[in-house]
T-cell receptor, first 114, second 111 residues
Framework: GAVVSQHPSWVICKSGTSVKIECRSL??????MFWYRQFPKQSLMLMAT?????????EQGVEKDKFLINHASLTLSTLTVTSAHPEDSSFYIC??????????FGSGTRLTVV | DAKTTQPTSMDCAEGRAANLPCNHS???????VYWYRQIHSQGPQYIIH???NNETNEMASLIITEDRKSSTLILPHATLRDTAVYYC????????????FGTGTRLKVLA
């Protein structure tokens, strides 16, 4: 079946630094990928829709200059958390459509900002 | 906002059927109901989906009411590994079919 790989699975960074998270579709091409954020014991919150070759579409309340999304190829989307602060610590998850049933989700990246 | 409401939590005895309800009273005629589950610290996993008819696969069964305003996910013989948060999602028609997650149901399977 369709596989979405997310890297890294966890990362710890210092406050003020930037962190890049990669989302790859391994066996299919994805023109659209989605990025979610999930705080402990809460549901997934959609952050943005990543479109290959064009600008991402951000959900209301999500700062596009803080969460930079790049979707340069049909198999790779990246999310960069710029100038990270402790409140950005969260579980970040991507998903993509393979054209078959539903969307496939990555395994998530746990970001801890210290 | 999510278009679905689910109970916050449920318990189920191991080996018994787990019935997870979902209300989606504002669902449109061409919107599908999808079910996913999320085991702790992992990405959501697809379970099943349906439009009007009941559906069954190797993981679960999906019962959709005739008026399509609610549905029930059935895990026929729950195991400890089925302990997870289960999300019922109505696929939002926006050209890119965004998934908007509700609160989900935290299912705990008890030994």
């Amino acid at each position: 079946g369709a596989v979405v790989s997310q890297h890294p699975s966890w990362v710890i960074c210092k406050s003020g630094t930037s962190v890049k998270i990669e989302c790859r579709s391994l066996d299919f091409q994805a023109t659209t990928m989605f990025w979610y954020r999930q705080f402990p014991k809460q549901s997934l919150m959609l952050m943005a829709t990543s479109n290959e070759g064009s600008k991402a579409t951000y959900e209301q309340g999500v700062e596009k200059d803080k969460f930079l999304i790049n979707h340069a190829s049909l198999t790779l989307s990246t999310l960069t958390v710029t100038s990270a602060h402790p409140e950005d610590s969260s579980f970040y998850i991507c998903s993509a459509s393979s054209g078959s049933v539903g969307y496939t989700f990555g395994s998530g990246t746990r970001l801890t900002v210290v | 906002d999510a278009k679905t409401t689910q109970p916050t939590s449920m318990d189920c005895a191991e080996g018994r059927a787990a019935n997870l309800p979902c209300n989606h009273s504002t669902i449109s005629g061409n919107e599908y109901v999808y079910w996913y589950r999320q085991i702790h610290s992992q990405g959501p996993q697809y379970i099943i989906h349906g439009l009007k008819n009941n559906e069954t696969n190797e993981m679960a069964s999906l019962i959709i009411t005739e008026d399509r305003k609610s549905s029930t996910l059935i895990l026929p013989h729950a195991t400890l590994r089925d302990t997870a948060v289960y999300y019922c999602i109505v696929r939002v028609e926006s050209g890119t079919y965004k998934y908007i997650f509700g609160t989900g149901t935290r299912l705990k399977v008890l030994a």
